[in-house]
């Protein structure tokens, strides 16, 4: 059996940092040991969680918890911010592709009760607004534009509205009231084309009715035509379609990390750094170029471990599939303490990882993958995919992490764990993780101890 | 071969010594789980060695389950509850489909494959109105213990309907059916019926049969009668069924010892 890498806590990290520059490490701008963030921030929660030992994981993590001092000064150097919010990956690249425009996903603000360990009292602040606790952790985002402390007002807020997260319409329909101005934009349902319609093909393997997609495309040009007047530059077709190939150098090198991570015959990465670098697809987390910057190195660093054959977790780990994010991160630390890796995720922006397809007209190219959004489909296909990547990367269970008040997961969740259950005969099983999951960490620790041994025994078998 | 198995529940902890070689239960035993759960393990486990005639030094190997398994530090290692109580009702009744537990703070629902490999499962832990607990907090409302409060259920005519999915709300809404005259068998079967139609969303449909029944709450009769009428299917009460994981845990300790 290989030596496992070590995860380290942060204040293991802190000794690791030094050992870093003393070997003549060289960071970006904003880099530094890990604990400052506690310090600087108050993210208290880094103090309960085991972090990857390399300096990629390092870098990845200090792009992430540096976005509100990235945002400022972007502002500070003149560029208007646009918050993205719902959509999750198809408005940030047309905002990217605009000089002087910087996208952020306000949304974002969901994971600060838990790095904040609630210190923030952004969710009550939500409940002080009129959002509470039957509602998903993203009402966080309201408290967050209330104090303006965890990211600068915007200059613009975009909302898909229609067939997303009711829980989201809601909390921005409240936001609105309370004053911020949204430019909204209509998401259909996608439907299955009937007889008589023309079928389009999205990404990810599903189709649609093109009149869905002609809707979207229409909604998408109208927003370009907010971004370019906030930027006093027309955002027109010869924009955007440079602006989707830099989109796509991303997203292939997500889809690069993915492939070695999760088709790795152990986990060279561990699963929380994964759950943060698939986020990245999502707006870039403020800087598109930096994040192309961050997910290289994360790749390296991984296909470094698995030419060398160094992992992680140990070689007889069981192989698990991820569905939904997590509002606890800790929860992610779980799977590996239990005996799991990571070997596949949907995260339910499916479509922020898929390519944009570069052979089409831009906006219908946004347009299809807008649509192929799995929020805003069946969940028929999101078990469909989660199938079709259980089967890939051999997966021997299936977790379903459940968000707490988020209204679409009580049904999707019976459905994607019976789909893989009927097709695949893998156990899932579903966890609730709320922003602060301390107190369940017996239970959950149960639940995945018993799916991990459920696993075992199959392999026996 | 002899092995051990301790179930440290939240209510109780249990112990079974399994003699390999006879497939039989050679010694068993039971204490109300405390804060200083190592030492009640443990004390418990030398009461039953002594009762069992036996030494440690005979026992090859010990399994810890339940939610206090990782308190139990003489184990050689823990296995969770899901998996003993399976593989415990599976040794009983090789038969067995479907098994429901309730335990003192949780209830679960185990399905099981031929050959009594666990096929999946479900937990209903974020509330206590699913649980044993419930029975406790009525049991005490009452002013009764909990074999009598079983017992009460079946004097019952018409079971009082508790309404509320939090028993702290039930708690209240027991209180107002008291003033209201409602008698004391009505509300504990009422009680029973309400924990037993929460276990329904977590059994699923089709219902896979034989349903065991098993974990301390299976003892209470009245409990067994509500969860048939609300599954609409027979359920049977596993031997023992305080014991299932403990013996469970006992069985695959020789698997972890071979």
Same mark, same amino acid.
């Given at each position: 059996m290989n030596a496992v890498l070590p995860q380290l806590t942060l204040e293991q990290w802190d000794a690791r940092y030094a050992e870093l520059v003393r070997g003549g490490l060289r960071e970006p701008a904003? /880099? $530094? &040991?890990? %604990?400052r963030h506690v310090e600087r921030e108050g993210d208290l929660r880094l103090r309960q969680l085991r972090f990857d030992n390399s300096a990629a994981a390092l870098r990845l993590w200090n792009f992430l918890l540096t976005e509100n001092e990235r945002l400022r000064a972007a502002r500070d150097r003149g560029d208007r911010l646009v918050g993205t919010m719902k959509d999750l990956g198809t408005v940030p690249v047309l905002a990217y592709s605009l000089p002087g425009l910087r996208a952020f996903y306000p949304d974002g603000a969901w994971w600060t009760p838990c790095l904040m360990e609630c210190s923030d009292r952004l969710l009550q602040q939500a409940e002080a607004l009129g959002?509470? +606790? %039957?509602?998903? &952790? =993203? *009402?966080a985002m309201l408290g967050a534009f209330h104090s303006e402390e965890h990211f600068p007002l915007p200059d613009l807020l975009v909302c898909s509205a229609g067939a997303v997260c009711d829980d989201f319409s809601a909390i921005a329909q409240r936001l609105e009231r309370l004053g911020q101005r949204i430019v909204w934009w209509e998401m259909p349902r996608r439907r299955p084309p009937e007889a008589h319609e023309a079928v389009c093909a999205l990404p990810g393997g599903l189709t649609a009715p093109q009149l869905q997609v002609d809707v979207v495309r229409e909604e998408l040009q109208r927003v370009a035509g907010a971004l370019g007047e906030l930027a006093g530059h027309e955002l027109d077709a010869a924009l955007v379609a440079p602006g989707i190939r830099a989109a796509n150098a991303v997203r292939r090198q997500l889809a690069a990390l993915r492939a070695t991570v999760y088709g790795a015959q152990g986990a060279p990465l561990p699963a929380l750094e994964m759950l943060v670098a698939e986020m990245l697809a999502v707006h870039f987390c403020s800087d598109r170029e930096e994040c192309l910057g961050v997910l290289r190195e994360l790749l390296a660093e991984a296909q470094a471990r698995v030419a060398v054959g160094k992992f992680v977790t140990a070689d007889d780990a069981v192989r698990i599939y991820w569905v939904n994010p997590v509002a606890d991160l800790r929860a992610m630390n779980l799977l590996e303490e239990c005996g799991g890796r990571l070997c596949g995720t949907e995260f339910m922006f499916t479509h922020a990882l898929d390519l944009i397809p570069e052979d089409l007209p831009p906006f219908e190219a946004l347009a299809r993958t807008a649509l192929a959004d799995p929020m805003v489909g069946p969940a028929r296909d999101r078990a469909r995919r989660v199938v079709a990547e259980c089967r890939r990367y051999r997966a021997e269970a299936v977790v379903v992490a459940r968000i707490p008040g988020a209204s679409h997961c009580p049904w999707e969740s019976e459905l994607i764990r019976g789909q893989v259950h009927a097709q695949t005969g893998l156990s899932a099983v579903e966890l609730e993780i709320p922003p602060v999951c301390d107190a369940l960490l017996p239970t959950l620790r149960t639940r995945l101890q018993t799916v991990i041994e459920i696993a075992r025994t199959r392999r026996k078998s | 071969m002899i092995s051990a198995g301790i179930d440290a529940g939240s209510r109780a902890i249990k112990v079974v010594l399994f003699d390999h070689a006879n497939s039989r239960i050679v010694g068993q035993g039971i204490a109300d789980q405390g804060v200083e759960q190592q030492r009640l393990a443990e004390q418990l486990y030398e009461r039953t060695l002594r009762e069992a005639g036996l030494e440690r030094a005979q026992v090859q190997a010990i399994i810890a389950t339940g939610y /206090?398994?990782? +308190? =139990? *530090?003489? +184990? $050689?290692t823990t296995i969770t509850e899901i998996t003993c109580h399976a593989r415990g009702v599976h040794h009983l009744k090789p038969d067995a489909r479907t098994i429901i537990e309730i335990g003192g703070q949780d209830s679960k629902v185990i399905h099981l494959e031929d050959g009594g490999r666990v096929r999946d499962f479900a937990m209903n832990d974020r509330c206590a109105a699913g649980t044993g607990r419930f029975l406790e907090v009525v049991a005490a409302r009452l002013g009764v213990d909990l074999p009598t409060l079983s017992g009460l259920s079946r004097q019952s005519r018409s079971p009082a309907i508790i309404s509320s999915t939090c028993v702290v709300f039930a708690e209240t809404e027991i209180i107002g059916l008291l003033a209201e005259g409602a008698s004391a068998p009505d509300i504990a079967a009422g009680v029973q019926k309400s924990i037993a139609t929460r276990l329904i969303s977590l059994v699923g449909r089709p219902i896979a049969g034989p349903v065991y029944f098993t974990g301390g709450v299976a003892l209470q009769a009245g409990m067994v009668r509500a969860l048939e009428e609300a599954l609409a299917s027979p359920v049977q009460v596993a031997p023992q069924p305080q014991y299932t994981g403990a013996l469970g845990a006992a069985i695959l300790a020789a698997r972890v010892a071979a």
């Open positions: 904003y /880099g $530094g &040991p890990l %604990s959002i509470d +606790a %039957s509602f998903c &952790p =993203v *009402r | /206090g398994r990782n +308190a =139990v *530090r003489f +184990a $050689g």
